[in-house]
């Protein structure tokens, strides 16, 4: 799942997109509201499983680092959920904390660190690049370590290359959210929170038309597998509590 806000005049939808074992992408649910208030991200979690998520098996959760939608993923499905976080969302929260002229350089070497195969030598690298900061920009070096381990859930579940592009940030999501500003950007007069949520399931459901498959499909068996994996070891580490 991705899950990624879009903002509509001065209200705010969450939207959960979804793709399946063939790589077919699918709006799966709209809620109004941010991914940093709490209940707006616990219901849409709820009216998912409501309509048939899954709760018993892996899932891998892609989402921007709002803190509410991360708590309400963690308190609906616990160890099961693999979630990681969007790195173009983390490099840009790290660039508006340094100077731009500093900002080429360091989001060169935020990319080199992302892009290592070895994840723990990919952790090692982050870690030392927010070191450097600590002194001149904390504020930076703050930023780059916070939820950095999630910054590297899809180094570390052995993706093709096809599919570490796909995954690694809520690029799709956001793809799905431009269009649907497009078709929204004659209305002028949002008059409430209900008219936003059924302009947008109307987009939603139009955009939806054309979509194609994920950038590498013909490898989405190894994410089955990765996430079958992780179902069975934590499965076996509930039972031998």
């Not at 709006?27 to 009216?47: D, I, P, Y």
């Not at 708590?71 to 990681?84: E, M, N, Q």
């Not at 993706?159 to 209305?187: C, H, Y």
């Amino acid at each position: 799942l991705f899950i990624d806000g879009l903002a509509i005049a001065e209200h705010t939808v969450v939207v959960a997109l979804g793709v399946d074992e063939k790589g077919g992408k699918h709006v799966l649910g709209l809620a109004e509201g941010t991914t940093e208030n709490a209940a707006t991200c616990q219901a849409l979690l709820s009216e998912l499983i409501d309509r048939g998520l899954p709760t018993e098996r892996a899932l891998l959760f892609v989402i921007d680092g709002g803190k509410a939608i991360r708590k309400a993923i963690r308190d609906t499905y616990g160890a099961l959920a693999l979630v990681h976080r969007c790195r173009s969302h983390k490099r840009r929260n790290a660039m508006d904390q340094l100077p731009e002229g500093l900002r080429p350089v360091i989001g060169k070497k935020l990319d080199q660190a992302w892009a290592t195969e070895d994840p723990d030598e990919a952790e090692r690298s982050l870690r030392r690049l927010a070191a450097s900061l600590e002194e001149a920009h904390p504020g930076a070096a703050g930023s780059i370590r916070e939820g950095l381990e999630e910054t590297l859930t899809i180094s570390r579940l052995g993706l093709s290359p096809a599919l570490v592009r796909t995954f690694k940030s809520t690029n799709p999501i956001e793809s799905l959210n431009d269009g649907i500003r497009v078709m929204e950007r004659n209305v002028k007069n949002w008059q409430s929170g209900t008219m936003a949520l059924r302009w947008t399931a109307a987009a939603s459901l139009e955009r939806e038309k054309r979509f194609r498959r994920i950038n590498g499909y013909r490898d989405m068996w190894l994410l089955i597998r990765a996430l079958d994996r992780h179902t069975k070891e934590v499965t076996s580490s509930r039972t031998a509590a």
